[in-house]
């Protein structure tokens, strides 16, 4: 299953988990919970990080090609 999280709405955690509520693309599903292993999650946080970082880049250089390709328009 695929769910593209658009908003996190709420944070929590409990007994060693942390949960997620979050809203996604489509308003009739509502609410998503999302539910992690509170140690899974933390020892994967620096390699989310770098993905992070990564995505963020090449949206950004992306971003610039098509604002470049958009002014030789002009």
Same mark, same amino acid.
């Given at each position: 299953?695929?769910? +593209? %999280?658009? #908003? #996190?709405?709420?944070? +929590? /955690? &409990?007994?060693?988990?942390? @949960? @997620?509520? =979050?809203? #996604?693309?489509?308003?009739?599903?509502?609410? %998503?919970?999302?539910?992690?292993?509170?140690? #899974?999650?933390?020892? &994967?946080?620096? /390699?989310?990080?770098?993905?992070?970082?990564? =995505?963020?880049?090449?949206?950004?250089?992306?971003?610039? %090609?098509? +604002?470049?390709?958009?002014?030789?328009?002009?």
């Amino acid at each position: 299953m695929e769910i +593209y %999280v658009n #908003t #996190t709405s709420t944070l +929590y /955690s &409990d007994f060693g988990e942390v @949960i @997620i509520e =979050a809203t #996604t693309l489509d308003p009739e599903e509502g609410y %998503v919970h999302i539910t992690f292993n509170a140690r #899974t999650l933390l020892r &994967d946080i620096p /390699s989310l990080y770098e993905l992070c970082l990564i =995505a963020i880049e090449k949206e950004d250089k992306h971003l610039k %090609v098509k +604002y470049k390709q958009f002014k030789k328009k002009l």
